[in-house]
DNA sequence: GTCTATACAGAGATAGAC
DNA sequence: GTCTATCTCTGTATAGAC
């Protein structure tokens, strides 16, 4: 699986700044404050969720004080939204470019191994959207239901027309996408559990490519023994 | 898939207690608020995780005031390790029951099948676990390690006899346990965002039925369509 | 065994000096 | 823009009356 060419390994996130927001310009040091609440944030957020993180421990992972920290976003929930909303940007990337024009099986090989790298890569935002799903999605909800859906149903059209013409075997496409999801996610959200059941030999770097290998095989071949490949 | 027949939708710990564990005897009413708090408790730390539960809300839920659940269960963090203690027990037990001697493709088709019953069943337990591994299993990282590696190991063996048989394609086993673990406990982990995404029509009761069937024709098949079922 | 009252720490947030 | 001090509320836990 050599295309995963990703390298640092789940730091930094892109922080885009919309510009024209609020009403004040920001200096470039606000600007750099910001990045680093919301990179200290991620870490923490992403771990005991909204309600389990606490601003002190947000605090002391950016280097500031709690007040300090409090001058630049003065609510908790100020800095959870911002976090959701340059996550779910990122996240939903790899699906937003799911190419209808493109070749079906490449298509959702790569797209599998996109999904599989930004869980290598970007743990953390796996993780905070996790949380989220796990208590109900109470801060996400309008957006699941609403732009969420409707792009898994533009996705999912496509799917059905590469089945109509017999390009890919029929089954339910809302499932795939879904499959697809938990089995890639599943790396960053449960790590511990995959590293711990893989062992140290196995549990290394190299479980992302396994996963790949593995991944790949699953969605395109199942695991019913082909009669022209035994013996 | 008409195996599916338990009915209640996701109440109802087992709840069994050994006789011998504390010195004292219990009479029949502590047994039973231990219980009502033990429902509750798994209400709330399943959607919150442990440091974002407090016992208000367990008190709440339980309908009694928050030192009388302080006189059943000294610490939070006891009603949390029971709960855990007794979900893992029901959650591993299709693993365990995963049978060597049993027909290959219809053993892996059937362990699918309960992981996701159990989905269904008992979403609270499946999030109470997620939400542990979110974390980094703090409070379970030894069992990780210790009784499920084992555990994981053993059926693993068992996976790859089947293939050097021929019996099932050759795939990388725990990676095929990662995946029937991650694609089932996502329709209860993720249950809002299935929900929201299906939309009212689909995303009814029989979406576990719709899941089943995608999941074992996956695993079974893949997407790549057969040549001789095409056309 | 269950309640009221309360101790005491940690939480989010603000005031005001520098 | 950053800090110390502090307010208020919530949270875990305990004491002691009933």
Redesign the pocket.
Same mark, same amino acid.
């Given at each position: 699986m050599p295309p995963i060419k990703v390298k640092n390994a789940g730091k930094s996130v892109p922080a885009r700044r919309k510009s024209a927001a609020p009403a004040k310009a920001q200096?470039r &040091? @606000?600007r750099e !404050?910001q990045d680093v609440i919301l990179e200290a944030a991620l870490d923490v957020f992403s771990l005991h969720g909204f309600r389990g993180?606490? &601003?002190? @421990?947000i605090a002391e992972q950016a280097g500031?004080?709690?007040?300090?920290l409090?001058?630049?976003f003065?609510? !908790?929930?100020e800095i959870h939204k911002r976090l959701m909303k340059t996550m779910l940007d990122t996240w939903l990337q790899p699906l937003r470019e799911f190419d209808a024009e493109g070749d079906p099986i490449p298509e959702i090989r790569s797209y599998i191994r996109r999904k599989l790298e930004m869980a290598r890569d970007f743990p953390r935002e796996s993780r905070l959207f996790a949380n989220e799903m796990l208590q109900g999605a109470p801060r996400l909800i309008d957006i699941l239901e609403g732009e969420l859906k409707d792009l898994v149903d533009e996705k999912a059209a496509v799917l059905l027309a590469w089945m109509d013409e017999g390009k890919i075997a029929r089954t339910d496409p809302y499932h795939l996408i879904f499959s697809i999801w938990a089995t890639t996610q599943h790396y960053a959200d449960f790590d511990v559990q995959v590293r711990a059941v893989l062992g140290k030999e196995r549990g290394g770097e190299g479980r992302f490519e396994d996963a790949a290998r593995f991944l790949e095989n699953l969605f395109m071949n199942g695991i019913v023994p082909k009669k022209q490949t035994v013996g």
């Open positions: 200096t &040091i @606000q !404050k993180a606490t &601003i002190d @421990q500031m004080s709690k007040p300090n409090l001058y630049y003065p609510r !908790k929930e």
